[in-house]
């Protein structure tokens, strides 16, 4: 199936409308996205652009700034609303589309471009990561630069190119941290060794002057955490990017848990992230052993030194992170535009003559799997909201009944969906401390109560409270005085 440039900018643009629409109508899911939103919200709130705040008093050392100030940035000019929060992703996300597109473009040609381009936007990590508060959009974009840069710099020797790996960088550096050194280093140096002949690609980047930018866009930021923060360059750089990584079951995480995994789980996150374009590559690739002569052109195309590179690129993150137990799916979303690439100069390889109407149907229902997906859990959460964990409407019906000077409170848990949406003034409150309350004007105040915990409240707090709002993890209830 040929794929014209008329027909390339209608698929994504369907794509990109259904990313648009659903990250418009789903609210913000516990526990990533409000977490970071309400960081970047409090950044706007406090002015400080140096340190992301946890809470008050409280430093948030897990990551960079880059996308909490991409995310302040979208609620001072968007508003504080879930839309202008993932906006930021999306923009990330599509500059990388346009990176990969352009660079695989001068690397095969336009067509295959179009493939790649197409490939990673209708895979579920990405066009996830498309419309998500989190740091990973932003992270791999800079690996996607500086990995495409350091191949297309010799090709095309522009300014954009031959700087590109270090932007990237630091990118990277900005977003998760050393990481992106870390990764990017896993594609070059083995390509660069089994490839000895490409070792010319080293004398078309300048390594003086990029490395200077590089420094200069990064060093002072980490400088300034320490200063202001003492302590977070050994929590970040030790903790959060060596035993997290050695120690399935970390202890040090100040801000959440150690996901305990087996070794290798990475590889079915990678299934569900590649999804579905994974599983078609598997079954492409056992259609391809089954006859000598389709095995013997895959090898031809294995032999090229761009292949090899995307290869690499392809298994980067996935081989490092199988020797991890402590992992999340999102951890490969660096190496997928990697696979999307020698994805698409496969099947063109292979499918380049066949006009195929049923071939062509096939691929269009493929890739519009993970569209539809998003669409339909963007609906069902704006229908049916209480199916998600989120606090926004039992908010907004406490918002609705409360005056001016009285409180809502969460019981025993504050969740981060309900300290964004109240924009920080939701409290916290203890069971023991419900009968002593402190009642502000009018004598009512506004308590969010687990089910599990109504029956350890004291009777006579029960008596007084009346119910307003259920959602999936709570029930509001206005406590009279």
């Known amino acids: ?151 297309v710099a010799r090709e095309s020797p522009t300014p954009f190119w031959r700087y590109g790996l270090f932007v990237g960088l630091a990118i990277g550096v900005l977003s998760k941290g050393p990481l992106a050194i870390v990764l990017v280093g896993i594609v070059v140096v083995p390509w660069l060794a089994i490839y000895r002949e490409r070792i010319v690609h080293l004398t078309h980047l300048p390594w003086v002057k990029g490395t200077l930018v590089f420094l200069a866009l990064t060093v002072p930021w980490y400088i300034c955490a320490e200063i202001k923060t003492p302590g977070f360059l050994r929590y970040f750089l030790i903790g959060e990017h060596f035993l997290r990584f050695v120690d399935a ?136 909201p209480t199916k998600f964990k989120t606090e926004k409407q039992l908010v907004a019906a406490a918002r609705s009944q409360m005056s001016e000077g009285q409180q809502l409170y969460f019981l025993d848990n504050l969740p981060y969906s309900a300290r964004f949406y109240s924009e920080g003034r939701a409290k916290l409150i203890a069971i023991g401390d419900l009968e002593g309350l402190d009642f502000a004007q009018g004598k009512i105040a506004f308590i969010a109560i687990p089910p599990d915990e109504e029956p350890s409240i004291q009777a006579s707090v029960r008596a007084r409270l009346a119910p307003i709002y259920k959602s999936r993890r709570y029930t509001l209830y206005r406590l009279n005085g």
């Open 1 to 151: 199936m040929q794929l014209t440039a008329k027909r390339f900018f209608w698929m994504l643009a369907g794509v990109v409308i259904a990313r648009l629409l659903s990250m418009a109508l789903m609210p913000l899911i516990d526990n990533s996205e409000p977490r970071y939103a309400e960081i970047a919200r409090f950044m706007v709130e406090s002015g400080d652009w140096i340190t992301p705040w946890y809470e008050p008093g409280v430093p948030f050392w897990g990551k960079p700034p880059l996308s909490f100030w991409a995310q302040a940035l979208g609620i001072l000019t968007l508003g504080n609303s879930e839309f202008a929060v993932r906006f930021p992703s999306f923009l990330a996300m599509a500059a990388l589309a346009a990176l990969l597109y352009r660079g695989t473009a001068i690397l095969a040609e336009r067509e295959t471009a179009r493939w790649a381009t197409l490939t990673l936007a209708t895979m579920f990590l990405p066009l996830t990561a498309a419309g998500a508060v989190l740091t990973d959009a932003f992270f791999a974009l800079g690996v996607a630069y500086a990995v495409l840069a350091f191949l």
């Open 249 to 384: 079951g970390w202890q040090g995480d100040l801000y959440g848990t150690a996901h305990r995994r087996p070794l290798g789980s990475i590889w079915g996150d990678w299934l569900l992230a590649s999804f579905p374009w994974g599983c078609g590559g598997i079954l492409f690739a056992i259609w391809v052993g089954t006859r000598s002569s389709r095995r013997a052109k895959a090898v031809e195309i294995s032999r090229s030194p761009v292949a090899g590179y995307l290869a690499l690129w392809a298994l980067a993150a996935p081989v490092f992170f199988s020797f991890s137990g402590n992992i999340l799916w999102t951890y490969v979303l660096p190496s997928l535009p990697g696979f999307a690439v020698l994805f698409a100069i496969h099947a063109k390889a292979f499918f380049a003559a066949c006009d195929s109407t049923r071939l062509g149907r096939v691929l269009i229902v493929t890739g519009a799997l993970a569209p539809i997906a998003a669409i339909s859990l963007g609906l069902i959460s704006f229908a049916v």
